[in-house]
C-alpha cells in the first residue's frame, strides 16, 4: 500500500464533500501517519474514485461522536517543514493550515 502526501488526501475529500480533513499520528502505519476524513454521509464515490486513482481500496467507519457520520483513514505523508510539533501526545488530532 502506497501512502500520498497528506495535501492530496484533503484536496480529493473535498472534491467529494469531506466535513473535516486533518492529520494524526499512527503507530500502525508505516509511514507514520494516517489522514482522518469525515462525510456526513457515505462516501461511496469517494471510495471508488479513490481506489481507481491511487490503486487500493479504503476502508470507512460509521460514528456515533465525531465532526461526520462516517470516517476514513488514509496512510500518508505530511511536510515536516510545514509542521511544528509541540507537547501533543502520540494519537492526538493536528489539523494542517497551509
Do not use: H, N
Request: hydrophobic content about 45%; proline content about 6%; glycine content about 10%.
Amino acid at each position: 500500500m502506497q501512502s500520498v502526501p497528506f495535501e492530496f488526501v484533503q484536496g480529493f475529500a473535498a472534491e467529494f464533500g469531506a466535513v473535516e480533513c486533518c492529520w494524526r499520528e499512527s503507530d500502525r502505519l508505516f509511514t507514520g501517519f494516517v489522514a482522518e476524513v469525515w462525510f456526513a454521509q457515505l462516501p461511496s464515490e469517494f471510495c471508488a474514485r479513490w481506489a481507481a486513482v491511487v490503486g487500493y481500496s479504503i476502508l470507512v467507519r460509521g460514528l456515533s461522536l465525531g465532526p461526520g457520520a462516517f470516517a476514513a483513514s488514509i496512510p500518508c505523508t505530511v511536510p515536516s517543514s510545514q509542521v511544528s510539533l509541540g507537547p501533543a501526545s502520540r494519537g492526538s488530532r493536528v489539523q494542517l493550515r497551509g
